[in-house]
């Protein structure tokens, strides 16, 4: 397989004022694009590695391969990342969304609490998630640099990109205020319920 750098779902200007044109210039059409061509030169020599781009990050994370898997996690991670977000984003969720963060964390609050927490303490580079568990239950964790919940057997159906290039540009250093405008303002919440609702994915890698 080869890697493909998808067009945004939304213009460049779309998501201001929480996340400007400059800084979705940058992270897809610079950062993103540099793991897919970088990703793809590295698995010109590593041709059997997987038929998905699932399977490529699995096996890539077993096997060792940390060059591929950086790139190929970062991929997978940004091609979600662009959905869900959207213009107007935020706001109410679909109601069996709810109710399932209600059912998990006790009401919406304590999760928007916990995964901005999740995103703030993440040290250095990374990403925060809210997960979906085989026994139907949400959480939220973190991962460091590329890593993603696939390689952990979680389904993620929400991350915030925590690396400095997703913020910087527009919030400076202030990560808390960038995390809660992303969760106040930037979520396609339609996109989390889709991914809730198809529950757990299973990779055969
Ligand atoms: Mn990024």
Request: proline letters at 5%.
């Amino acid at each position: 397989m080869t890697f493909e750098l998808p067009e945004l779902p939304y213009a460049y200007d779309a998501l201001g004022p929480y996340m400007s044109a400059e800084t979705l210039e940058f992270h897809h059409d610079k950062h993103h694009n540099a793991y897919v061509v970088n990703g793809n030169k590295i698995l010109e020599g590593l041709p059997n590695m997987g038929k998905t781009l699932e399977e490529v990050v699995l096996n890539a994370h077993k096997q060792g391969e940390t060059g591929l898997f950086n790139n190929a996690g970062q991929h997978w991670n940004h091609k979600l990342f662009w959905e869900w977000m959207k213009p107007n984003g935020g706001g109410d969720r679909p109601g069996n969304l709810e109710s399932a963060i209600t059912d998990s964390f006790g009401s919406f609050d304590a999760f928007r609490k916990q995964f901005i927490q999740a995103g703030l303490t993440q040290f250095g580079s990374g990403w925060c998630w809210l997960v979906l568990n085989d026994d139907g239950k949400l959480e939220v964790t973190k991962t460091p640099n590329g890593e993603n919940p696939l390689i952990n057997g979680q389904t993620a159906i929400l991350g915030c990109d925590v690396w400095e290039h997703s913020y910087y540009i527009d919030y400076r250093n202030a990560r808390p205020k960038y995390m809660e405008a992303f969760v106040d303002n930037l979520v396609n919440w339609e996109f989390v319920t889709e991914l809730f609702e198809k529950g757990p994915i299973k990779i055969a890698a």
